[in-house]
């Protein structure tokens, strides 16, 4: 899922200065399961904001609501009433939500009340990490499903750096190093032996550094 975190009210109140009828939109889908954009955290940032607004004498006007998904055209129509009243929309979508949301209502200003941080998972209660970087041309069949691009800093496509200490990352100590992980998964599955081939430089066109990516499937086009 896609993982994000709340920007602080402080930070949101700069943001929002300038407006006194807002909308805090929240988003039903992956910012709801990572705690940052669902309906409760609409509830909660709004409260946080009214308490900001009469403390600073900003009058804003709060208004509060959740659709299913910020990303999709079909659930944004849901929202369209409460949006078109609002002097500006804060999304509690994530950036694919907030741009979806400014894209269909072109005069709105629409801020993003999140930062948008990566793919992951939850790992523990409370505490989720990075899985995949959406390197656009996917290796996890090399690497016993554990990826390099991701979880290792230095992206070593090739067995480690040489700088772990014990089982942890050089870079970030308080992680596994990833080809400690690669190395015991692939021993699990009895595949070592992908270890003795050469894994050639990666090819970053199919990521970011190849500019916005687009999938364009002709059998679903009409
Ligand atoms: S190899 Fe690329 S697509 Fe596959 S998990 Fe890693 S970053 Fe994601
Ligand atoms: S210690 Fe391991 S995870 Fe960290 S940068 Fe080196 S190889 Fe990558």
Known sequence: MIV????????LVDILRPHK???VLGCGTCVTVCLAGGEREVSIIS???RIASRTQGLGFRISELTIER?????FIEQAADAIEQADAVLSLGC??????????FPKKPVYAGLDTKFLGVLEERGVWTEKCAQCGSCVLHKYGGICPVTRCAKHMLNGPCGGSREDRCEVRPDRPCAWQLIYQRL???GQLDRLNQIEPPKQWSASLSGGPR???REDHRI
């Open 187 to 189: 021993k699990n599955i």
């Open 95 to 104: 950036g694919a939500g907030v741009q979806a949301i400014a894209e269909r």
């Open 70 to 74: 910020q990303c999709d055209d079909i």
């Open 47 to 49: 409260s946080a904001l």
């Open 21 to 23: 009828n807002i909308l």
């Open 214 to 216: 687009v999938i364009i």
């Open 4 to 11: 994000a975190e709340r920007k602080t009210i402080p930070e």
